[in-house]
Structures are given as structure tokens and as C-alpha cells.
């Protein structure tokens, strides 16, 4: 069964400072996504890694993916008020010739204070 | 990209009902997939809606439970049947395109 841990699951920050949330899983992925999520909304989907090695960046957030230590990072860079959200990492397995079905990490709540 | 509308966005629903949410998207896609979100949770995926063929089911999710129908390849939906305050979630849909999942905006479901 897979698995899929973030760590933390809460983060205070201040603005301008920088962090990083990290995503555990527990086997051979096809594709790892990063989610964003405001209360009561839906998700938005930040970033799609598809291979080894491969690095995303988008404003003040970055993510990373290593394949072999099956783990994958989004660091968060000066940060501001406006990043407070809820962030998930999921996990796709390929399924015949299709994608989708995703396993979520428990998702990070994360707080910027002044 | 893909935009994909939900109805109903939310609704309060009494217990031993049953209610069903609607999906459509603006493109074609194969396969549709729903997910649950209870309160304070991470999402899980409930089944796998293919167009012309019946639903797949993850472990701890059934048919009588969570019917879903696919009529065409823009279209899903899914009824909670008979429902108890556990099933008060929000319920995503969700599709595959251009090589990223993208989701629905969501029905928050409250059962009392």
C-alpha cells in the first residue's frame, strides 16, 4: 500500500524568512503533484514532477523530486502573508496507460505572521 | 488545462437521504475520478469513472454506497446514499488533462 507523509503538518513562519516542507512516499511514483488549498476552497494545482532530478519554481515556491530517496521538497522563499494556505503532496501511480488516481500526504498548514 | 463545474456547490441534507453532485467538464476526458475530503482531512479517491463501463471502487468505498454514473465522456455524477453525519465531506471530482489532474471546485456536503 502506498504511503505518503509530509513532515511538518504545521508551520508557523515569519515573513521573510525561508522554510521547506518535505514529502515522503513509500514506493515507485509516476508523477508527484503539489497542491495548494485556501480555506474552504478547492485545490489549486502548483506543481507537476514528472522525473529524477526535476525542479519546478514558481514565485516564492520551488520543488524539488528525487526519485531514489523517494522524497520530494517545496521550499518557500521570503516568505509572505499570502502563502498562508494549506499544501498537499500526492502521489500518481500509473494505472494501465492512465493517470490519476492519487494518494494525498496529510497536507501542511502553513501560517506567515508578520 | 481543464474547468470543471460542481453541482451542487453545497448543500445541508438530512440523515437516511440521499443526494447526488454533478460534474461536468469543458473537454472530452476518459476517465473521471471522485474524491473525499472529510473535515480537517486529506483527500481520498472514492472510484474511478470511466465512460461505457462501471465504476472502479478503492478499498472502504461501494457501489450501493457511492453509485456513480458516467453517461458521456464531459459528464459523471455521484450520489451518497443514505446519509449519516459521517458522510459530510466535500466531495471533488476530478480529471486528468494535458498531463496534470485538475479538480472541481468542490461540494461541501453537511448531514445532520
Known amino acids: 500500500e502506498l504511503k505518503v507523509e509530509q513532515n511538518p503538518l504545521f508551520l508557523s513562519m515569519q515573513e521573510g524568512k525561508n522554510y521547506t516542507i518535505y514529502c515522503n512516499y513509500s514506493t515507485t511514483s509516476d508523477r508527484l503533484y503539489w497542491y495548494r488549498q485556501d480555506p474552504g476552497k478547492s485545490l489549486e494545482s502548483l506543481f507537476v514532477l514528472l522525473s529524477n532530478g526535476a525542479v519546478k519554481q514558481e514565485g516564492r515556491l520551488m520543488a524539488s523530486l528525487d526519485t531514489k530517496a523517494r522524497l520530494s521538497t517545496l521550499h518557500i522563499t521570503a516568505a509572505v502573508h499570502d502563502l498562508s494556505a494549506t499544501y498537499f503532496c500526492?502521489?500518481?501511480?500509473?494505472?494501465?496507460?492512465?493517470?490519476?488516481?492519487?494518494?494525498f500526504g496529510q497536507g501542511t498548514i502553513l501560517t506567515v505572521h508578520p | 488545462s481543464a474547468v470543471i463545474s460542481q453541482k451542487p456547490s453545497r448543500d445541508i441534507c438530512q440523515r437516511g437521504t440521499s443526494l447526488t453532485i454533478q460534474c461536468q467538464v469543458d473537454?472530452?476526458?476518459?476517465?473521471m475520478f471522485w474524491y473525499r475530503q472529510q473535515p480537517g482531512q486529506s483527500l481520498t479517491l472514492i472510484a474511478t469513472a470511466n465512460q461505457g463501463s462501471e465504476a472502479t471502487y478503492e478499498s472502504g468505498f461501494v457501489i450501493d454506497k457511492f453509485p456513480i454514473s458516467r453517461p458521456n465522456l464531459t459528464f459523471s455524477t455521484l450520489t451518497v446514499s443514505n446519509m449519516s453525519p459521517e458522510d459530510s465531506s466535500i466531495y471533488l471530482c476530478s480529471v486528468d488533462a494535458t498531463g496534470e489532474l485538475f479538480f472541481g471546485e468542490g461540494s461541501r456536503l453537511t448531514v445532520l
Open positions: 500526492a502521489v500518481d501511480i500509473r494505472s494501465g496507460t492512465s493517470y490519476g488516481k492519487l494518494t
Open positions: 473537454s472530452q476526458v476518459t476517465m
